[in-house]
Each structure stands twice: as C-alpha cells, then as structure tokens.
C-alpha cells in the first residue's frame, strides 16, 4: 500500500484528494495545524466520508522540524504539498504570513524532502494567479508570468523553488498551474461559494441582498474533484514536469450569478449590488487556460460543466440551511 502525505489536508482540495487516493488503496496521512476549535476542522473530510480513514498528524508547514519529523516517521512515496494562505483577498491585509506560509513553507518542505526523502516525488498547488495581469490570451505553461498580489508572488516563488528543486537536485518535484476549481466544499470567502451560500439565503427568506465586488472579473473555473486526479496523474509520470490544468472557458463573475439564481429560480439582478469596498487594491480581470499539454502527456481533460457545477453548488447550500431551519 503506498503511502500519500498532504498538507492542507483540511481544505477543499486536500478533502477531494484524500477520498480518490483512498480510493486507489493509498495509506493517506495529512498534516494538520493545531486549532482550539479542531472539533470542526475535519469538516470537510467529514462532509466526503473520509475523516475517519485518514491519519492526521500535528505540524505546520512554517516549522520544518514538523515536516521532517513526519517524514521520517511516515515515509510517503508522494507528497501533495496543498496547504497555503489562499485567499487572495486576505493577502493584501497579511502579505507576511501569507510569504511565510504559501511561499516559505513550500521552501521547508522541499528542503525536508531533500533532506529526508529525496526519492519520494513531490506535487506543488501552483495557480493561475501567477499569470495576473495576462501576457497572452490563453495561459500555457510558456506564458509569461506577472503576479498581482501578494499571494501570487508567494506562489510564484513556491512555483520556482519546485522547478530549482527538480533542476539542482533531481528531485521529482511537479507544478500543477490549476486554475479557479470549485465545489460544495468551497471556503465561503470565495466568490462562488458566496453566492451559491447567497442563493440559498434569499431563496429560503433568510436574505434579500448579496454585495459582491468586481461582477466583470472573468474566471476559468472547473471542479474540484476533476482536478486533485491531475495532481496524482502528474506524480505518476516518469519525469516530474509543469502542467496547466483548466476548462478551457471563461466566464464573467455575474454570469455565474445568473446561472446560480436561475437555478434556484431568481433573478440576480433583483438581489446582487456591486460594492466598492469589495473591490480588490489590484484585480486579474481575466483568466483562461490552455490545458493541451496536460491533455496531451496526462490524459486528462476536465468533465464538470460549469452549469452542472453551479447546480450541484447551489443544491448543497439549500441542502445544508433547509438542514439549519429544521434542526432550529
Ligand atoms: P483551502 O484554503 O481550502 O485550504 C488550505 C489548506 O491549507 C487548509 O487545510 C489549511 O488548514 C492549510 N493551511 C493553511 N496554513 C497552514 C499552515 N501554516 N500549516 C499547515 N497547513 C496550513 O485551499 P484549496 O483547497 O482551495 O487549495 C489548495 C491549494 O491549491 C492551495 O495552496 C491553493 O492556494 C492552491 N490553489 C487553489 C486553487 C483553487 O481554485 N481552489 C487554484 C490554484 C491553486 P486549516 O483548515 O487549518 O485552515
Ligand atoms: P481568486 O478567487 O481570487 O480567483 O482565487 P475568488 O473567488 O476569491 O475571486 C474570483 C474573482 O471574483 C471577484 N469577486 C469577488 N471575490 C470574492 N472572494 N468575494 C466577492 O465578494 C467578490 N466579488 C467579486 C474577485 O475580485 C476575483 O476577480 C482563487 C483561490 O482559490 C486561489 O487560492 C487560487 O490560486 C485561484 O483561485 C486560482
């Protein structure tokens, strides 16, 4: 049985990525940070069924001797390096934590690894958002790069590191470039999340009115659980390499709105209000992907619809307050 490590593990890719390695017979241990409130950070690995067939461990990525102790405790033979200050938002407000953690943190562990497991193969979450203010109409892995955030440039440093790693140190370090991917497991900071949460609100009487920010920002967004298979497929390949996963569509944030409130049988326009104070210090207006490379050496190719997205969002929202209002 091979052994999987993920950091970030609690989150909505790490939730995702541990139920399809169970599911290919992985032992799966995940790095858990220690929170007061740790009664409610499995959630989402409740939510999938899976809380109780991983192995979570103490640590945090910005302590190295944590990493290192867990590797030489568990010896995985793939490392999924998810874990991050990932809210773009948040990062303008805490642009050092979030260096520390999406960009150091990266760093500590592919030093662990060289140090302690140098044969094991290692995945890192890069981001579209290291593509920004966009060089070229549809983003490949030979797109030039101009982050607009503090959280992009953490990750483009994260992203480099991996590449340096794979090139100084034969390390088999990959870079999974994925753009925005999405779920009911989705942090509700997030704009989509917002709204399917906003949908359900004003369609149960709980809300009139949702304030997002910038409505005219386009996004590439597919499904979460698509996309963690990409991650496993990069690590299964002979050499370690940079690929872009994507869908391939773009589309404006108030185009989501308008799926999202038809499904529930609303009309956007009459609840959503674009709010300035919601508007970030410098926005990527625009993302799209070009997945060909990943297509062509992974076989992998996205296979959520936005619209089956957006309606299986908007269900688990309603699901999930319709639960709320019964139980009191
Ligand atoms: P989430 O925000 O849902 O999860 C982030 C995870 O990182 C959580 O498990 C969180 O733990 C953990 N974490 C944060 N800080 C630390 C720390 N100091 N030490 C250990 N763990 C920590 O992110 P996603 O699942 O959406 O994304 C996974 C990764 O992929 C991230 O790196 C993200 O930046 C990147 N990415 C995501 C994309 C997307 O569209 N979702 C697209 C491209 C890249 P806790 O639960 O305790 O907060
Ligand atoms: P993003 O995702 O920044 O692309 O990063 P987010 O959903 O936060 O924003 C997408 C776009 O929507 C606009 N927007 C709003 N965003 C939020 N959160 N809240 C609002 O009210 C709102 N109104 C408009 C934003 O301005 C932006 O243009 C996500 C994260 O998962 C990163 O970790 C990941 O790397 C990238 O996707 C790819």
């Given at each position: 049985?091979?052994?999987?490590?993920?950091?970030?593990?609690?989150?909505?890719?790490?939730?995702?990525?541990?139920?399809?390695?169970?599911?290919k017979?992985?032992?799966?241990?995940?790095?858990?940070?220690?929170s007061?409130?740790?009664?409610?950070?499995?959630?989402?690995?409740?939510?999938?069924?899976?809380?109780?067939?991983?192995?979570?461990?103490?640590?945090?990525?910005?302590?190295?001797?944590?990493?290192?102790?867990?590797?030489?405790?568990?010896?995985?033979?793939?490392?999924?390096?998810?874990?991050?200050?990932?809210?773009?938002?948040?990062?303008?407000?805490?642009?050092?934590?979030?260096?520390?953690?999406?960009?150091i943190?990266?760093?500590?562990?592919?030093?662990?690894v060289?140090?302690?497991?140098p044969?094991?193969?290692?995945?890192?979450?890069?981001?579209?958002?290291?593509?920004?203010k966009?060089?070229?109409?549809?983003?490949?892995?030979?797109?030039?790069?101009?982050?607009?955030?503090?959280?992009?440039?953490?990750k483009?440093?994260?992203h480099?590191m991996?590449?340096?790693?794979?090139?100084?140190f034969?390390?088999?370090?990959?870079?999974?470039?994925?753009?925005?991917?999405?779920?009911?497991?989705?942090?509700i900071e997030?704009?989509?999340?917002?709204?399917?949460?906003?949908?359900?609100?004003?369609?149960?009487?709980?809300?009139?009115?949702?304030?997002?920010?910038?409505?005219?920002?386009?996004?590439?967004?597919?499904?979460?659980?698509?996309?963690?298979?990409?991650?496993?497929?990069?690590?299964?390949?002979?050499?370690?390499?940079?690929?872009?996963?994507?869908?391939?569509?773009?589309?404006?944030?108030?185009?989501?709105?308008?799926?999202?409130f038809?499904?529930?049988?609303?009309?956007?326009?009459?609840?959503?209000?674009?709010?300035?104070?919601?508007?970030r210090?410098?926005?990527v207006?625009?993302?799209?992907?070009?997945?060909?490379?990943?297509?062509?050496?992974?076989g992998?190719?996205?296979?959520?619809?936005?619209?089956?997205?957006?309606?299986e969002?908007?269900?688990?929202?309603?699901?999930?307050?319709?639960?709320k209002?019964?139980?009191?």
């Amino acid at each position: 049985m091979p052994t999987a490590f993920i950091t970030g593990i609690t989150g909505q890719d790490g939730a995702y990525l541990s139920r399809f390695l169970l599911h290919k017979g992985y032992r799966v241990i995940g790095l858990m940070r220690r929170s007061a409130s740790s009664d409610v950070v499995g959630e989402r690995l409740r939510w999938l069924g899976v809380v109780d067939h991983v192995e979570l461990v103490d640590g945090n990525l910005t302590d190295i001797t944590s990493l290192i102790r867990i590797l030489e405790q568990y010896r995985p033979e793939e490392i999924y390096n998810l874990a991050a200050q990932s809210f773009v938002a948040a990062s303008w407000q805490q642009p050092l934590l979030t260096g520390n953690v999406t960009g150091i943190g990266c760093v500590n562990l592919l030093e662990a690894v060289r140090i302690v497991l140098p044969s094991a193969r290692f995945y890192q979450a890069s981001s579209s958002e290291m593509f920004g203010k966009i060089q070229a109409e549809r983003q490949s892995e030979t797109t030039p790069f101009y982050p607009r955030s503090p959280y992009a440039a953490a990750k483009l440093y994260a992203h480099w590191m991996t590449v340096n790693y794979r090139e100084s140190f034969g390390l088999h370090a990959s870079s999974g470039i994925l753009f925005n991917h999405e779920s009911p497991l989705r942090g509700i900071e997030f704009v989509t999340r917002k709204v399917t949460d906003g949908v359900a609100r004003i369609k149960l009487g709980l809300a009139t009115e949702l304030a997002l920010g910038n409505m005219n920002a386009q996004r590439d967004w597919g499904h979460a659980a698509d996309y963690v298979e990409a991650m496993w497929r990069m690590l299964q390949q002979d050499a370690a390499d940079d690929y872009v996963i994507a869908t391939g569509r773009t589309v404006p944030i108030h185009e989501f709105c308008r799926l999202a409130f038809a499904h529930a049988g609303l009309d956007y326009k009459d609840h959503v209000v674009s709010r300035q104070d919601l508007h970030r210090p410098a926005e990527v207006d625009v993302l799209l992907g070009d997945a060909a490379k990943a297509h062509r050496q992974l076989g992998w190719q996205a296979g959520v619809a936005l619209e089956q997205l957006v309606a299986e969002m908007v269900e688990a929202d309603l699901a999930r307050y319709q639960k709320k209002l019964q139980h009191g």
